[in-house]
């Protein structure tokens, strides 16, 4: 028949798919909480958590492979600021141990698959 190519797809990158889950627990365990928990932590958390994947999002759209990293390296910046605000929460005692451990577990499988996405955008891409 004929030869297909596979693309790769936003859906299928690791670090994508890590980050926009977890963005969206920690959406629902901020939803629960009083009002000014939700506006003087929650809001900073979320903003955190949901900026990793959309930077990783906005640098896969992104034509040239500088410019994709650029936004792949943004995503650990928010990476580390989600990790801040993580603390913040557990020491406040708004989350549970249960969900402490989900979004420190998942949060520190990032750092090595945002790596692997640079170092793979590095390798196969020429421009």
């Known amino acids: 028949m004929f030869d297909e190519k596979r693309y790769l797809t936003l859906n299928k990158i690791e670090s994508y798919m890590i980050a926009f889950n977890l963005s969206n627990y920690v959406w ?62 557990i020491i406040r005692k708004l989350i549970t141990e249960e969900e402490k451990e989900y979004i420190t577990t998942e949060l520190q499988k990032l750092p090595k698959s945002i790596n692997s996405l640079i170092k793979y955008t590095n390798d196969k891409l020429k421009i």
């Open 28 to 89: 629902k365990i901020v939803m629960k909480w009083d009002k000014f928990a939700q506006w003087t932590v929650g809001k900073q958390y979320v903003t955190a958590i949901d900026s990793i994947s959309a930077n990783i999002a906005e640098g896969f759209g992104r034509y040239h492979k500088k410019d994709k990293i650029k936004f792949y390296r943004y995503s650990t910046g928010s990476l580390q600021e989600s990790l801040d605000w993580t603390r913040k929460p």
